[in-house]
């Protein structure tokens, strides 16, 4: 699991809300926090509570912030007059002597007791999966075993080279047809790593080989959300979150497509 990091900080930059006047945006290293007009000046020290953070209701009840919190205590990301709130902060001075043991940049969490928050796995799944191991695919981390960048603000040098990935949802119905690279088309159940696949590169726009490197099945579709789409007369069946991408309006969601945009398929080459 990720680490929960709840630093002691030091606000190294306030910024005027461009659509509220008594609110202002604090950045705490790779961090943004809506705060109250005048509530933090630069150099302030004070303790950031990230979003997953758990707080007991002790804590929360003495920080004035348990209304603000889930039924549960936990911290939230959420939206300010248009601006993203990531998490909290609270003054130094409202947590006693006792604090003052630690410095700027030491990890409190264990010390105010605040928990990382963990979704709860259904009974049901439980009992399905008990006597099936999933494999570990590399190229997908668990959600809650990624570290969060915004606490590594200089991880990244300005002439370091990165690959950026996009987390993708949505899903293909097991009879969905899919061309390989020799012009065959198969359901997409039946494709297995290894396989290549006609695939579209987004720099040169065209269609290219690729080689399949891991298949993810879904086996629980009961609940799921379907809708067909009628893409020049060959019928898709996926969640309603599965993305296509468009020449007109980029990735869209098959939810929002319309009638006016143009979906990029093998078929248009």
Not at 84 to 92: N, Q, V
Not at 146 to 174: A, M, S, W, Y
Not at 232 to 238: K, M, S, V
């Amino acid at each position: 699991m990720s680490e929960l990091i709840v630093p002691i900080v030091k606000l190294d930059e306030i910024r005027k809300h461009p659509n509220a006047d008594q609110l202002e945006i604090a950045i705490v290293g790779g961090w943004q926090v809506v705060v109250k007009k005048d509530q933090f000046k630069l150099n302030d020290t004070g303790i950031f509570f990230p979003p997953d953070s758990v707080l007991e209701q002790k804590l929360s009840d003495q920080l004035g912030v348990t209304n603000y919190l889930s039924s549960k205590g936990r911290v939230k990301a959420i939206r300010l007059r248009g601006e993203p709130s990531h998490g909290f902060l609270a003054h130094i001075k409202d947590f006693g002597e006792s604090i003052k043991v630690f410095k700027v940049g030491d990890n409190v969490a264990e010390f105010l007791g605040v928990k990382k928050y963990e979704e709860a796995v259904p009974v049901q799944k439980l009992i399905q999966n008990r006597d099936r191991v999933l494999p570990e695919i590399p190229e997908f981390p668990k959600y809650t075993d990624i570290e969060n960048f915004r606490n590594f603000p200089d991880v990244f040098k300005d002439d370091d080279f990165v690959v950026i990935t996009e987390k993708v949802h949505g899903c293909l119905h097991k009879d969905t047809l899919i061309t390989l690279a020799n012009g065959e088309k198969v359901p997409i159940s039946q494709i297995k790593r290894g396989y290549s696949i006609l695939s579209f590169d987004e720099k040169t726009k065209t269609f290219i080989p690729s080689k399949v490197k891991h298949v993810i099945k879904r086996d629980n579709t009961k609940k799921i959300k379907w809708m067909e789409l009628d893409i020049d007369g060959n019928i898709i069946c996926c969640t309603v979150n599965h993305k296509f991408l468009t020449s007109n309006r980029g990735w869209i969601e098959a939810q929002n497509l319309t009638e006016t945009d143009d979906i990029i398929s093998n078929i248009d080459f």
